[in-house]
């Protein structure tokens, strides 16, 4: 059994409690052991970066000096923790950056949806599944984070980019091209310009119902927690009715591999995704 270690962060042991236990399930699944980094603490993306650069690196580096000790990848489920994992690492290897904490920047750092991508993933998915997601039509969600900026995500296709949508693919769902798959849903703003986050968040869901999209995927707590509980606010502000389900790619994975668990995860969601789901057989 393969073992890699894991980074559940601040927002999976709360609002994201089904993306943390749809992650865990789909790794049992997949025959993966994952290791909870003992003593983990925040590593400081809401706000550390803009007040302290040295406090920003060091709440990064000593969760990454934690995961330093072991000789396994780093798995990363929360994109904007990933991005300071990111920027910390940089700062040790490229910039010499001096840390209060014992890490030189040789851990593995995977975030999830490019963990679950790899090629071996998606073949082992393929075979194990077992309910595959036929007539489910999906819109890709990337977000601002996922793949920017590319020197520190490594990722080409940053622009357009394919893995969620090869992922989906292997799933047996549909993913229907859009233009607005990394485009950013103003989740960093929602306490300070809901004006800026209303007009985002508008254009999003009216573009993936333009799409004929059964629901729109995610990998990231803050845009599916945005785009998932406005949707009432937004519908009120525009008078169109949204009712789009914002699911998790693992919920997906767990659904298509058989988890037991899966109307669990569901059942934590606001906009109710039991029903299209249940429409299309698939639960």
């Known amino acids: 059994m ?15 409690r089904e993306y943390d236990d749809s992650i865990r399930g789909v790794l049992s699944l997949l025959d993966i052991q994952a290791r909870e980094l003992e003593d983990w603490t925040c590593c400081g993306a809401s706000s550390a970066h803009c007040t302290d650069e040295d406090l920003a690196v060091d709440l990064a580096a000593r969760n ?13 489920p929360c994109v904007a923790c990933y991005s300071r994992f990111k920027v910390a690492e940089n700062e040790v290897k490229e910039h010499s950056k001096k840390s209060r904490f014992s890490y ?11 963990f679950f991508c790899d090629e071996p993933i998606l073949d082992e998915v393929k075979k194990k599944r077992v309910k595959p997601l036929t007539g489910l039509k999906v819109v890709c969600y990337y977000g601002c984070l996922t793949v920017r900026p590319p020197k520190l995500t490594g990722i080409r296709e940053y622009e357009n980019p394919q893995h969620m949508d090869r992922l989906m693919e292997a799933l047996g769902a549909e993913p229907v091209q859009w233009s607005y798959k990394t485009d950013c849903c103003g989740a960093s703003l929602v306490m300070t310009r809901t004006d800026i986050v209303r007009k985002l ?4 869901l009216s573009m993936a119902k ?41 919920e997906l994975m767990g659904l298509a591999l058989g988890h037991k668990d899966v109307k669990k995860w569901l059942g934590r969601h606001l906009t109710d995704p039991v029903k299209v789901l249940s429409s299309k057989g698939l639960i």
């Open 104 to 114: 030189h920047g040789n851990v593995p750092i995977r975030y999830s949806l490019d």
């Open 210 to 250: 333009e799409a004929e999209a059964d629901c729109l995927v995610t990998g990231c707590p803050m845009c599916q927690a945005n785009l998932d509980m406005r949707q009432e606010e937004f519908e009120k502000e525009t008078g169109e009715k949204y009712d789009l389900p914002i699911l998790y790619f693992t």
């Open 2 to 16: 393969k073992e890699i270690s894991y980074y559940p962060g601040c927002s999976l042991h709360g609002t994201a």
């Open 64 to 76: 990454l000096a934690i995961a330093e000790k072991s000789n396994r990848e780093l798995l990363v």
């Open 201 to 204: 968040g508008e254009r999003l």
